[in-house]
C-alpha cells in the first residue's frame, strides 16, 4: 500500500512538472491520433451522408458491414496492416513500418467505421427531415450531402470526438506498427504497457493520468454537444 501511495504522488509530481518524456509522449499521441482523425474524417463523413442520402442496391449490406468493422480488433487491423508495410509486402519499398505514418494508417482503418456509424444515423433522421425540401428544390446529390454535413455538424463533430476516444486508448494495432520505439513512436498506451513491465509505476501512472484526463474530457466534450443539441443551441 505504501508503494502504490508513493507512486502515485510521484505520478502526480511528474504531470505537475510537466517531466519532458511525459510531455514528449502525450504530445506524439496527440499527433498522431488527431491527424488519424483529421483523414478518418474526411472518408468517413461524406460517405455516411452518402448513404444517408442515396438509394442504391447493396446500401442494406453496406450499412451492415460498416456496422459490424466497428467491432473489428485493433490487433487484427495492425496484424493487416504490418503485412502490407513489411519489407517483403506490397507496401514495404515505402518504408512506413515502425514510423508515426503506419501508426496514423492504422488509426484510420479503425476509427473510420465508428465515425461513419455514428454520423450515419444522425445523418439519416436529419434526411428524413430534409427529404422533401431538398427534393422539391431539385437540389443535386453533392448538394443534399453539403447540407447535411452543415445541418448535421453538431452530430458529426460527436461522431468524430467518439473516433478519438477510440483512437487515443488504442495499443495492439499501434504496438504492432509502431514497434514502440523511445523518441520516435512510443505513446501513450504503450508507454504505459512498457512502464508497467518495467515496475516504474510512477511513470506509468503519471502517463495513465493523462490518458483518463483526455478520456474525461472528451467525454464531457460529447455530453456537452449532446445537451445543446437537444435544446436546440449551437
Not at 68 to 73: C, D, F, S, V
Request: charged share 15%.
Amino acid at each position: 500500500m505504501v508503494d502504490l501511495l508513493d507512486g502515485m504522488l510521484r505520478a502526480f509530481w511528474l504531470v505537475v512538472t510537466l517531466d519532458s518524456d511525459l510531455v514528449e509522449i502525450t504530445l506524439r499521441s496527440l499527433r498522431v491520433t488527431l491527424t488519424a482523425l483529421a483523414f478518418a474524417s474526411v472518408i468517413a463523413l461524406p460517405f455516411a451522408a452518402l448513404l444517408a442520402v442515396r438509394r442504391f442496391r447493396m446500401r442494406r449490406i453496406t450499412i451492415a458491414v460498416l456496422n459490424a468493422l466497428m467491432g473489428l480488433p485493433p490487433v487484427v487491423v495492425g496484424l493487416i496492416v504490418y503485412v502490407f508495410l513489411s519489407r517483403s509486402g506490397p507496401l514495404g519499398v515505402m518504408g512506413l513500418l515502425f514510423t508515426p505514418t503506419a501508426m496514423i494508417i492504422a488509426q484510420v482503418i479503425i476509427i473510420v467505421p465508428l465515425v461513419a456509424s455514428i454520423a450515419h444515423q444522425s445523418l439519416r433522421e436529419l434526411w428524413s427531415d430534409y427529404h422533401d425540401l431538398l427534393i422539391s428544390m431539385n437540389a443535386s446529390q453533392g448538394q443534399r450531402i453539403k447540407a447535411l454535413l452543415w445541418d448535421g455538424r453538431r452530430a458529426l463533430l460527436t461522431a468524430a470526438l467518439a473516433g478519438f476516444g477510440r483512437a487515443i486508448g488504442e495499443v495492439g494495432a499501434i504496438m504492432v506498427v509502431g514497434g514502440n520505439i523511445d523518441h520516435a513512436t512510443r505513446v501513450l498506451t504503450t508507454a504505459i504497457a512498457l512502464e508497467t513491465g518495467k515496475g516504474d509505476f510512477a511513470m506509468a501512472l503519471g502517463l495513465g493520468f493523462v490518458l483518463i484526463a483526455m478520456a474525461i474530457t472528451v467525454n464531457l466534450a460529447i455530453h456537452w454537444l449532446g445537451h445543446t443539441e437537444s435544446e436546440g443551441r449551437w
